[in-house]
């Protein structure tokens, strides 16, 4: 009973994250063509599990370590930006095979980074019980890749879904920063500090990524005086 109880608490516990994750993977495989896209979000989901059991019986303190959560929030933001970015060039704009395996790195370490919590939160429920992590984090695969597909198909549909799940990207991104051990730590952020951060920055994505945008196309319609 106590097995089925903890492994419950683990599947709830993963799919309470796999929103975040997911929205990360469909940002990531959106240009992708559709049978890649699928390879892509169940591959890097399937890499970045077997990286979080492992990292779960080796972190045990993992939150505790400055600079970790700081560098994962900065690299979250950097996808938003990328993403935004990509999303205004046409599709054939970089090598297939390139673009697919840049979406594998990005799911994996912004999966890693974004699931520090949940894998402490793991840890401490399976009470170092492998074959309990391994279900609980199995089960969530399906429903993590199933999302992920059906937002990126959405997201291609409505382009103002693209800005929209860099917003959050933003607000996850900035959470992330101030949550920092160092940043605590430091500035000792108030509640009512880390929600201004997080709406600036996921106000701010959306604004560079548009500023960004902007300027390449200036630079590809400029045609220099002979």
Not at 25 to 45: C, H, K
Not at 89 to 112: G, H, T
Not at 176 to 189: A, G, K
Request: hydrophobic share 55%.
């Amino acid at each position: 009973m106590h097995f089925l109880l903890s492994g419950l608490t683990l599947i709830f516990l993963d799919l309470t994250l796999a929103g975040d994750n997911a929205l990360v993977i469909a940002m990531a495989v959106r240009s992708l063509p559709r049978r890649e896209r699928r390879i892509g979000s169940a591959g890097g989901a399937a890499v970045a599990v077997i990286l979080r059991v492992a990292l779960t019986f080796l972190t045990t303190r993992l939150l505790t370590i400055e600079y970790v959560k700081m560098v994962g929030g900065l690299f979250i933001l950097w996808i938003a930006l990328k993403v935004l970015v990509d999303a205004s060039e046409p599709p054939d704009s970089a090598p297939a095979p390139k673009r697919f395996y840049q979406a594998i790195w990005y799911i994996v370490v912004a999966d890693l980074t974004m699931s520090i919590d949940n894998i402490l939160a793991i840890a401490a429920t399976s009470e170092g019980h492998l074959g309990l992590i391994i279900f609980g984090l199995g089960v969530s695969i399906p429903f993590v890749v199933f999302s992920s597909n059906l937002l990126a198909d959405l997201m291609n549909r409505y382009p103002i879904l693209i800005y929209l799940g860099a917003a959050i990207l933003g607000k996850v991104g900035g959470a992330m920063i101030l949550t920092d051990p160092l940043v605590v730590r430091m500035l000792h952020p108030s509640d009512t500090w880390l929600y201004i951060t997080e709406g600036i920055l996921a106000v701010g994505v959306v604004i560079a990524g548009r500023l960004i945008c902007a300027a390449r196309q200036r630079r590809a319609n400029h045609v220099p005086v002979q």
